[in-house]
């Protein structure tokens, strides 16, 4: 399962994964998520991604959320903040951070919802940008 949601006002497009990812669902969410970015238009924005009881993904999902990291780092993600409870899951997700976006200094992983808030609030303050 996978559900996107976008709060423009504190430029955070959330990204809420659990259990076993298919392709489909992964393909699905890509084009959801490439509609979720258009609307910043290269301006900064966050990603907060909620991997929380997701699986690892296949080499063919994982491939397509490569493409999700692509997509937003060339867009304007200027922050990604990962929480997940499985250490294959966030090996897994920086390691295709890693090669689409080469030194990758946008993705953080973090423990909990709140300290990932706490992170873009600071991002937010450091860019000069509303909330």
């Known amino acids: 399962m996978i559900e996107i949601t976008n709060d423009p006002t504190r430029r955070v497009i959330t990204l809420r994964a659990?259990?076993?990812?298919?392709?489909?669902?992964?393909?699905q969410?890509?084009?959801?998520?490439?509609r979720a970015t258009g609307l910043y238009r290269g301006r900064p924005h966050f990603l907060l991604a909620d991997m929380r009881g997701m699986a690892p993904l296949s080499p063919d999902a994982a491939a397509t959320m490569g493409e999700a990291i692509a997509h937003g780092r060339q867009r304007g993600v200027v922050l990604c903040a990962?929480?997940?409870?499985?250490?294959?899951v966030r090996l897994q997700s920086n390691r295709l951070a890693r090669e689409v976006a080469g030194n990758d200094d946008a993705t953080v992983d973090v423990i909990?919802?709140?300290?990932?808030?706490?992170?873009?609030?600071?991002r937010r303050e450091q860019l000069g940008v509303g909330a």
Not at 29 to 34: M, N, P, S, V
């Open 29 to 34: 969410a890509l084009k959801e998520y490439i």
């Open 112 to 122: 909990a919802l709140e300290e990932a808030w706490r992170l873009f609030d600071e």
């Open 18 to 27: 659990s259990g076993v990812v298919r392709l489909e669902d992964m393909r």
């Open 82 to 88: 990962h929480l997940s409870d499985s250490g294959i």
